[in-house]
């Protein structure tokens, strides 16, 4: 069988490896829903939703969710569980001022620096005043390590503080993506920019590796409105 090597813009390919990820999900989805707290009536916009089982879980806990990507081919699929009027499939379909949570999962680390600016934009303008941004993504402090529970990612030789591109094999579904390397201070200064207030920084809870690391796979920042 062909090893699959996506790019941001071909998430359709692997959609049923996406849906059926169970260790991605209780590292990162779980988390992410348990720092949210009481979701009950709270408009979220999932921004870069991919097959929505993020918004399935908040719904399940009588969240109103909208769910935003630009992959036609994802939002397709997507229509025939969820309404039509609940799907963003262009920036101006979002509407301003509106969201007590957006949230943007692992969609920065694949998109270039520029777009993680206007990415950003997006998101703040679409919440209330005071809403809460979580954005979140793969622990760039791990990046020297090879291999985790969830993936294995190609060295490249470059430091911590230099923004690089690297290849990483998603263990769930065995095919390969680029990821974007940037420091987690890049990320805050951005924020910073944006009109962003810091929060918080969580990391995803540690494991044990092979008794050779203790891993944090994931961060999510708590930015606020």
Request: net charge neutral; hydrophobic share 35%; aromatic share 12%.
């Amino acid at each position: 069988m062909e090893t699959k090597v996506i790019r941001h813009n071909e998430w359709h390919e692997v959609y049923e490896e996406l849906s059926a990820e169970e260790l991605k999900l209780s590292v990162y989805d779980d988390f992410i829903i348990k720092i949210m707290g009481d979701v009950k009536d709270k408009k979220i916009l999932d921004f870069g939703c991919g097959p929505g089982v993020i918004g399935d879980a908040l719904e399940e806990h009588d969240a109103n969710v909208d769910d935003y990507d630009i992959n036609e081919m994802i939002l397709k699929i997507l229509r025939k569980r969820v309404p039509d009027k609940k799907i963003k499939h262009n920036p101006t379909e979002i509407d301003i001022n509106t969201y007590d949570f957006v949230l943007c999962n692992l969609v920065l680390c694949i998109v270039e620096d520029d777009e993680v600016s206007e990415i950003m934009k997006i998101i703040y303008n679409s919440l209330k005043n005071g809403g809460i941004a979580l954005v979140g993504f793969c622990n760039p402090k791990i990046f020297n390590i090879h291999e985790t529970k969830l993936d294995k990612r190609h060295l490249t030789g470059k430091r911590y503080k230099q923004n690089h591109e690297y290849l990483k094999e998603k263990k769930e579904g065995g095919y390969f993506i680029y990821e974007k390397h940037r420091p987690i201070e890049w990320y805050s200064n951005i924020f910073k920019k944006t009109g962003f207030g810091m929060s918080k920084i969580f990391f995803t809870d540690p494991y044990d590796w092979k008794g050779k690391h203790k891993i944090k796979d994931f961060v999510i920042f708590k930015l606020k409105k």
